[in-house]
Structures are given as structure tokens and as C-alpha cells.
């Protein structure tokens, strides 16, 4: 079952990342819009690099520079970060999910009710209607903390995995804007590049920000599909 949900989590997020990795690419150049070159930067002070102003422009720009091959640059790492990111992403959540019910089926106690000669068969419906009750809230309570947590952890370490995947992907793509500077030849490339140059740590920054947003994001995704699929 651990490897089913692997299988098709990775599946999905390779489909995923195919369709939509031109947008992913846009949105990184953008994001480096208003930045100016300096001597610590990637772009040598001589770039003549400008950011795009409208989505349009930015496409027929890289377009006419790069061709199709530009819209994927850097798609290479993305995809061999998603295969395991989706695959951990579905799989850790399935086994701490089923790890923490099983927990929780062991230490539940279904209390026998007492009846008495004097007990009517009204007080006796009402017992077992707030049984009911309350049995079926603790289990909403339970549902959502569990995927809470298991939604967190499986975000967590998923991304602390592939996150140096994540850092070449996003320099590659930084990468794709310039006409007429290039840094790095290819996936390899930058990771030796970078690892030479800037130590593994530059491998890992900006960790601890995508580790809070991608936690929150999949605790919060994972328990609202779980507790409304139902």
C-alpha cells in the first residue's frame, strides 16, 4: 500500500510539473524583478540583464532568444525533485496516518453501559444517542489532528530531501533570462558549481522558510481532503 501511494504520488507530480512548469519558471524570473546586479550576485556587474515587465513580453522574449527549450529550463532537476518529493509526500502521510490510528484503536475503550431493573427503554435510547455522539466527535477530533500531524511531517521531510534539488532548479531557471551570461551548463554542473564555489550549505538556503510554508501547506491540504472526502 506505502509503495502504491509512492507510485502514484510521483506519477501525479511529474504530470503535474510537465503541464505547469512554464508558469513555475515565469513566476522565479518575476520574482527577480527590481533586483540589481552587484559583485556578490550570480549576473556579473556587465549583465545587461532587465527583468521582464509583462508576462507577454516575456515570452516572446525568451522565445526568440531560446526557443521552446527555454520555457523548461531547469526542468530537468524539477522533475527528478518531484519523483521522490509527491512519492515521500503520499507515502509518509499513508504510514503515519495508519501508525497513528493504529495507536488509537488500541487505547480506545467502548464503555459498557449499566443497566438496572429501573432503567426505561427512553433513558436507555438517550444513553446510547450520546454515546453516539460523543464517540463521533472524538473521531472528527482525532481524523484532524492526525492528519495535522501526519500531513506536517510528510511535508517536512519530503522537502528537506529534495530541497537541494529545489536550489539548482531555481538557478537554472534564474539562469534562463539571460541573453548573453551563463553560469551553468546543466544540472551537474551547477551542483558541483555551487558545492565548490559556495560550500553544500548553498545547497540548503532558504531551508527553514520553505520547510514552515511547505509543512502548513501540506498539513492543511492533506486534512481537508481527508476529513471531506468522506
Known amino acids: 500500500r506505502t509503495m502504491i501511494a509512492f507510485i502514484s504520488g510521483a506519477t501525479a ?12 519558471l515565469t513566476r522565479t524570473i518575476f520574482a527577480a524583478r527590481g533586483l540589481q546586479p552587484n559583485t556578490n550576485s550570480l549576473m556579473p556587474v556587465t549583465s545587461n540583464f532587465r527583468p521582464p ?8 522574449s525568451l522565445y526568440q532568444t531560446k526557443g521552446w ?8 532537476a524539477a522533475i527528478l525533485q518531484i519523483i521522490p518529493y509527491m512519492g515521500l509526500n503520499f507515502a509518509i502521510y499513508d504510514v503515519v496516518l495508519r501508525y497513528l490510528k493504529s495507536i488509537e484503536s488500541k487505547d480506545k475503550r467502548i464503555p459498557t453501559p449499566t443497566t438496572t431493573p429501573t432503567n426505561s427503554t427512553q433513558n436507555t435510547t438517550q444513553q446510547q444517542q450520546q454515546s453516539q455522539s460523543t464517540s463521533s466527535t472524538t473521531t472528527n477530533t482525532f ?3 492526525s492528519s495535522v500531524m501526519a500531513g506536517a511531517m510528510a511535508g517536512g521531510i519530503s522537502k528537506f530531501v529534495v530541497y537541494p534539488m529545489d536550489t539548482v532548479k531555481k538557478r537554472l531557471q534564474a539562469q534562463a533570462a539571460q541573453c548573453s551570461w551563463r553560469r551553468y551548463k546543466g544540472l551537474v554542473d551547477c551542483l558541483v558549481t555551487m558545492t565548490k564555489q559556495e560550500g553544500i550549505p548553498s545547497l540548503y538556503k532558504g531551508l527553514y522558510p520553505s520547510l514552515a510554508k511547505n509543512m502548513s501547506a501540506t498539513a492543511i491540504s492533506f486534512t481537508i481532503y481527508t476529513f471531506t472526502k468522506d
Open 13 to 24: 507530480g511529474v504530470c503535474a510539473t510537465t503541464i505547469t512548469y512554464p508558469f513555475d
Open 143 to 145: 481524523l484532524i489532528s
Open 69 to 76: 527549450a527555454g520555457f523548461y529550463a531547469g526542468s530537468t
Open 53 to 60: 515587465r509583462t508576462l507577454l513580453g516575456f515570452a516572446h
